[in-house]
Nanobody, 129 residues
Framework: QEQLVESGGGSVQTGGSLRVSCDTS????????MAWFRQAPGKEREGVAS???????IYADSVKGRFTISKDGGKNTLYLQMNNLKPEDSAMYYC???????????????????????WGQGTRVTVSS
């Protein structure tokens, strides 16, 4: 059964940095798109960044230039490096994935949660002013 496990959340002051990680060792698809989402209390889940097996990436406008999504194939880990953090970045962060055994090309990137069928349990990020 596919499984994703996040880690690395925590508390940081405004302007600080954090890196959250997602263990993807139990996600066995050759073709995939993976993403980071976040959800603050009382708000809808928001797509933050996405990456596919071809290495293409997209970002939400709110995090462009501050966050970087990456995938370390050797370590089977998905990362989200977050720099210049702001209080509005405070949320539960989730990694998500959708995979295929065979595709003609890398799948298109998506920041809509409806395009993902495998989710981690989340890791909390708190940014204080």
């Amino acid at each position: 059964q596919e499984q994703l496990v996040e880690s690395g959340g925590g508390s940081v002051q405004t302007g600080g940095s954090l890196r959250v990680s997602c263990d993807t060792s139990k996600f066995w698809y050759r073709f995939y798109r993976m993403a980071w989402f976040r959800q603050a209390p009382g708000k809808e889940r928001e797509g933050v960044a996405s990456i596919n097996n071809g290495g293409s990436t997209i970002y939400a406008d709110s995090v462009k230039g501050r966050f970087t999504i990456s995938k370390d194939g050797g370590k089977n880990t998905l990362y989200l490096q977050m720099n210049n953090l702001k209080p509005e970045d405070s949320a539960m962060y989730y990694c998500a994935a959708n995979g295929w055994r065979l595709l003609a090309r890398s799948p298109p990137l998506q920041l809509d949660p409806g395009y993902y069928n495998t989710w981690g349990q989340g890791t909390r990020v708190t940014v204080s002013s």
